[in-house]
């Protein structure tokens, strides 16, 4: 009896639980917070005109704009109330498999750091300015937002049958690093572009870069570095285009 309640009790528990911490919202000082308003407003003046214009909506549903790193009780509240998802915080990278897991509970992680001034252009691991600011927007949209729950169940599909990597390189080449044409122009569509601030020009503008059409065949075959500014960029003929895509991708 009792080992039949203790197995009742651990399946209600997922397993990506054990990677979830307290966001430790006080532990943010004044320069944090700082921090925050800086690359905010520096970002939002960068992309104006150049992101898909879901993710500007996006910072307005969730009121992103108000001062300081976001407490993510308040987030969710508004966020729960539109698509469902919450966000929950986590120390640092989730391993693969419990990070699709989660998308597949219409959970998404974000850091419970940010990064100091001094690395305001480039940090070695996403910080909660890229998990919120660069992903959280497009949340706020059903549509998008059933999609990445469906990724989150094809990534776990994926690696349970040894396709890791074809995942991996389709999360990377949309989601976050991806571009889209919205109104006769290419604009950027992932979370990596989206928080950046160099490389969201560099994507759009630099002549040396290549932009090429998206294809889910395309994308899945191609490596990339994630510690390099990208040399290569998937172009999809629409948001909606992305999107259909990776709600019904197959490897
Ligand atoms: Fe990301």
Same mark, same amino acid.
């Given at each position: ?10 399946? !209600? ?7 979830? /911490? ?11 917070? !700082? ?10 003046? &960068? ?11 996006? &910072?307005?549903? &969730? ?30 990278? /989730? ?7 989660? &998308? ?7 850091? $419970?750091?940010?990064?100091?001034? !001094? ?5 070695? %691991?996403?910080?909660?300015?890229? @998990? ?14 059933? *999609? ?8 776990? +599909? ?10 991996? +390189? ?5 989601? %976050? ?28 503008? @630099?002549?040396? /870069? %290549?932009?090429?059409?998206?294809? /889910?065949?395309? !994308? ?5 570095? $994630? ?8 172009? #999809? ?9 990776? #709600?019904? *991708? %197959?490897?």
């Amino acid at each position: 009896m009792f080992q039949s309640f203790d197995q009742t009790a651990a399946s !209600a528990v997922p397993a990506w639980a054990s990677h979830v /911490v307290d966001q430790g919202w006080d532990r943010f000082t004044a320069e944090d917070h !700082a921090v925050w308003d800086t690359l905010y407003t520096r970002q939002v003046r &960068l992309l104006e005109g150049r992101i898909v214009s879901p993710f500007l909506d996006g &910072l307005g549903l &969730l009121d992103l704009g108000a001062p300081g790193v976001p407490e993510l009780g308040r987030l969710n509240r508004r966020l729960e109330a539109r698509t469902g998802w919450r966000c929950v915080a986590v120390p640092g990278l /989730v391993p693969d498999e419990a990070f699709f897991a989660m &998308l597949a509970s219409q959970v998404f992680p974000v850091g $419970n750091f940010i990064r100091t001034r !001094a690395q305001l252009d480039y940090l070695d %691991e996403p910080d909660c300015f890229h @998990d919120i600011f660069g992903h959280v927007p497009m949340l706020a949209h059903a549509g998008i937002a059933q *999609a990445m729950e469906q990724v989150g169940r094809l990534g776990l +599909r994926a690696i349970a049958a040894g396709h890791g990597g074809w995942v991996a +390189r389709l999360y990377w080449y949309t989601i %976050e690093f991806g571009l889209c044409r919205e109104a006769g122009e290419v604009r950027i569509l992932g979370a990596g572009l989206a928080s950046s601030f160099g490389e969201a020009q560099a994507s759009l503008e @630099d002549a040396a /870069v %290549e932009r090429r059409r998206f294809s /889910v065949a395309e !994308a899945v075959a191609t490596p990339y570095r $994630n510690d390099i500014m990208q040399p290569l960029y998937f172009v #999809a003929d629409s948001l909606e285009a992305a999107v259909e895509a990776l #709600a019904t *991708a %197959e490897f």
